[in-house]
């Protein structure tokens, strides 16, 4: 047997059982499978000359950690500009605003990242608290969620903006004043591709490196997968040209968008393009949308939102959807649905058990991403139906607050925001909660998703009590939900996510047990060793 890598003085985590396996290395052969586990002289034994052996002196291995929703390219763009996600208040954004400009040359572009709408407190979200700092500039600023953006006035008249529009996205909206004028508020990829098309672009190779930077940063934090929850643009040839280059540290699994007004010859496009890809990146599934998001009011609520908002589903037909989830289903493709508010969440469930009652392959796997405020009758279905459930803990963590003073929470009122992110009701239920960040809307290492997940407290503070503490999950949960929950919805629990004779050695070594550290200390568990299909990614140099 030809062996690629030897992990030796392991301690090797089952997340299934939350144990230790009885061996202590592993060796992998050269089809990047784990090809025994067993004790270190007899690993040891199956190296030669080619093999990186690995002396972990005591680390921990647990099946590589995958992140359930990441937007790579998506981020890799987006967050060179500024990022504006540690401002607290209006006059930390004009601070780093004014810094900014500072440094731009006559017509230069500010393109900024991360600003929290809490920032605006009582006063509406828009362009104008920010007018001064950027008079003659034109600057895209984009909110958290990247589903709205803040354009400066020299931005909209560039883009030729000058008053509402409509759009095929129903929730998609240029947000004017009572007078009929932009605030410079932008709702939706529709609004916001109006100014982002006027506004100069990166070069290709300026993007192929940003995403190559970006992976390797994922790959050092202990990544070693991503399923990737859009394939716009040229995304699928960045990751083919990375990949033929051996460049892609990752596994990507790659689902990409079906929009309002797909017609069926589009569906059928989608349906061609599934299994396009390479040794490490292929399509797999379709990335629907049934709402926007709470925080500017496009979410799809079962009653309207305190300012009377998040009304309306994102496709104007909800039933075209419907339609659409069956076409997918009965030709055998998984699908992943944005839906945040009850509405769409409930409207979801009901599309693919109508789909599963029409035929087709009832072991295809849909999901339901974000998932943020649901009732208790709608718990049950996520098992009833095999739909997984797609979370992102961070979020609850760092966008809302324990006392609903922030945004999110004052949009909806206190039952709804008292049910926010209901990791703990789902798991409890029997549904498979697999685990992400959705970076770029926040930080994609893994760990702080885990320990976000158990802790349910803002990652800048931690001194802050806890929003729904009663929704955590324990450790070894969210673990699984970055393990062999993220295998499950891939369809590849044979495959991967334990550590088993056969399955893919994607491993991610931790320097401590992450089932024994305490949650405030797992975002800096350092991550000794990254590996996909046995090829080293990212080492620690006291490893």
């Given at each position: 047997m030809s062996t690629?890598?030897?992990?030796?003085?392991a301690?090797?985590l089952?997340?299934?059982t939350?144990?230790?396996?009885?061996a202590?290395a592993?060796?992998?052969?050269?089809?990047g499978?784990i090809?025994?586990l067993?004790?270190d002289?007899?690993m040891?034994?199956?190296?030669g000359p080619?093999?990186?052996?690995v002396?972990?002196?005591g680390?921990?291995v647990?099946?590589g950690?995958?992140?359930g929703?990441v937007h790579?390219?998506?981020?890799?763009?987006?967050t060179g500009?500024?990022?504006?996600?540690?401002?607290?208040d209006?006059a930390?954004?004009?601070?780093?605003?004014a810094?900014?400009?500072?440094g731009l040359g006559?017509?230069?572009w500010?393109f900024?990242w991360?600003?929290d709408p809490n920032?605006?407190g009582d006063?509406?979200?828009?362009?104008?608290?920010?007018d001064t700092?950027?008079?003659?500039?034109p600057?895209?600023?984009l909110?958290?969620?990247?589903?709205s953006a803040?354009?400066s006035?020299?931005?909209?008249e560039?883009?030729g903006i000058?008053?509402?529009?409509s759009?095929?996205?129903a929730?998609?909206?240029?947000?004017c004043?009572?007078?009929g004028?932009?605030?410079g508020l932008l709702?939706?990829d529709?609004?916001?591709?109006?100014?982002?098309?006027?506004?100069?672009?990166p070069?290709?190779?300026?993007?192929?490196e940003?995403l190559?930077?970006?992976?390797?940063?994922?790959a050092?934090?202990g990544?070693?997968?991503?399923h990737?929850?859009?394939?716009?643009?040229d995304?699928?040839?960045?990751f083919?040209?990375?990949?033929a280059?051996?460049?892609?540290?990752?596994r990507?699994?790659?689902?990409?968008?079906?929009q309002p007004?797909?017609?069926?010859?589009?569906v059928?496009e989608?349906?061609?393009?599934q299994g396009?890809g390479?040794a490490?990146?292929q399509v797999?599934?379709?990335k629907?949308?049934?709402?926007g998001t709470i925080d500017?009011?496009t979410?799809w609520l079962?009653?309207p939102?305190c300012h009377?908002?998040s009304?309306h589903a994102f496709?104007p037909?909800?039933?075209?959807?419907t339609?659409?989830?069956?076409?997918?289903h009965?030709a055998?493709?998984?699908?992943?649905t944005?839906?945040?508010?009850d509405?769409a969440v409930?409207?979801?469930?009901?599309?693919?058990?109508?789909?599963r009652?029409?035929?087709?392959d009832?072991g295809?796997?849909?999901?339901?991403?974000?998932?943020?405020t649901?009732?208790?009758?709608t718990?049950?279905?996520?098992?009833?139906?095999g739909?997984?459930?797609?979370?992102?803990?961070?979020?609850?963590?760092?966008?809302?607050?324990?006392?609903?003073?922030?945004?999110?929470?004052?949009?909806?009122g206190?039952?709804?925001?008292?049910?926010?992110?209901?990791?703990?009701d789902?798991?409890?239920?029997?549904?498979t909660v697999?685990?992400?960040?959705d970076?770029?809307?926040a930080p994609f290492?893994?760990?702080g998703?885990?320990?976000?997940?158990?802790?349910r407290?803002?990652?800048r503070?931690l001194?802050?009590?806890?929003?729904?503490p009663e929704?955590?999950?324990t450790?070894?949960e969210?673990l699984?939900?970055?393990?062999?929950?993220?295998?499950?919805?891939?369809?590849?629990?044979?495959?991967?996510?334990?550590l088993?004779?056969?399955h893919r050695?994607?491993l991610t070594?931790?320097?401590?047990?992450?089932?024994?550290?305490?949650a405030a200390?797992?975002p800096?568990?350092?991550?000794?060793l990254?590996?996909?299909?046995?090829r080293v990614?990212?080492?620690?140099?006291?490893l």
């Amino acid at each position: 047997m030809s062996t690629r890598l030897v992990l030796h003085s392991a301690r090797l985590l089952d997340p299934a059982t939350g144990g230790f396996l009885a061996a202590s290395a592993l060796a992998v052969g050269e089809d990047g499978r784990i090809a025994a586990l067993g004790d270190d002289r007899a690993m040891r034994e199956l190296a030669g000359p080619a093999t990186t052996v690995v002396d972990l002196k005591g680390a921990v291995v647990t099946p590589g950690l995958v992140d359930g929703h990441v937007h790579p390219v998506t981020g890799a763009e987006l967050t060179g500009g500024l990022d504006l996600s540690r401002c607290a208040d209006l006059a930390d954004v004009r601070e780093a605003l004014a810094g900014e400009v500072r440094g731009l040359g006559r017509g230069d572009w500010l393109f900024a990242w991360g600003l929290d709408p809490n920032v605006f407190g009582d006063e509406p979200v828009g362009v104008a608290p920010f007018d001064t700092v950027l008079d003659g500039v034109p600057a895209f600023l984009l909110l958290f969620d990247a589903h709205s953006a803040l354009a400066s006035r020299r931005a909209l008249e560039l883009a030729g903006i000058d008053g509402p529009r409509s759009f095929a996205q129903a929730s998609a909206e240029i947000v004017c004043d009572a007078d009929g004028r932009p605030t410079g508020l932008l709702q939706e990829d529709a609004a916001c591709e109006l100014v982002e098309r006027v506004a100069p672009q990166p070069t290709r190779a300026e993007r192929l490196e940003r995403l190559a930077e970006a992976l390797d940063g994922m790959a050092a934090a202990g990544l070693t997968g991503g399923h990737v929850m859009d394939a716009n643009g040229d995304s699928l040839d960045l990751f083919a040209e990375l990949d033929a280059a051996g460049r892609l540290p990752l596994r990507l699994r790659v689902a990409p968008w079906c929009q309002p007004g797909t017609d069926a010859l589009g569906v059928q496009e989608l349906i061609s393009l599934q299994g396009r890809g390479g040794a490490l990146w292929q399509v797999a599934g379709v990335k629907l949308f049934m709402d926007g998001t709470i925080d500017n009011g496009t979410a799809w609520l079962e009653k309207p939102d305190c300012h009377g908002e998040s009304t309306h589903a994102f496709w104007p037909d909800p039933e075209a959807y419907t339609e659409v989830i069956g076409a997918l289903h009965r030709a055998g493709v998984p699908t992943a649905t944005h839906a945040i508010g009850d509405a769409a969440v409930r409207h979801v469930l009901d599309a693919v058990e109508k789909a599963r009652s029409t035929g087709g392959d009832p072991g295809v796997r849909h999901r339901v991403e974000h998932i943020e405020t649901v009732p208790d009758d709608t718990l049950g279905r996520f098992a009833e139906l095999g739909v997984i459930a797609s979370m992102q803990p961070t979020h609850c963590c760092d966008f809302t607050r324990a006392d609903h003073t922030d945004n999110w929470s004052r949009r909806l009122g206190e039952e709804r925001a008292g049910r926010a992110w209901r990791c703990r009701d789902l798991v409890d239920s029997g549904a498979t909660v697999v685990l992400g960040s959705d970076w770029p809307i926040a930080p994609f290492p893994p760990l702080g998703v885990l320990a976000g997940a158990v802790h349910r407290r803002p990652t800048r503070d931690l001194a802050q009590p806890p929003h729904g503490p009663e929704q955590a999950l324990t450790v070894l949960e969210a673990l699984r939900g970055l393990t062999t929950g993220a295998a499950y919805a891939a369809g590849e629990e044979r495959s991967s996510g334990r550590l088993a004779a056969g399955h893919r050695a994607d491993l991610t070594v931790l320097a401590a047990d992450p089932l024994t550290t305490p949650a405030a200390e797992l975002p800096d568990l350092p991550v000794l060793l990254t590996a996909v299909n046995g090829r080293v990614t990212h080492r620690a140099p006291q490893l």
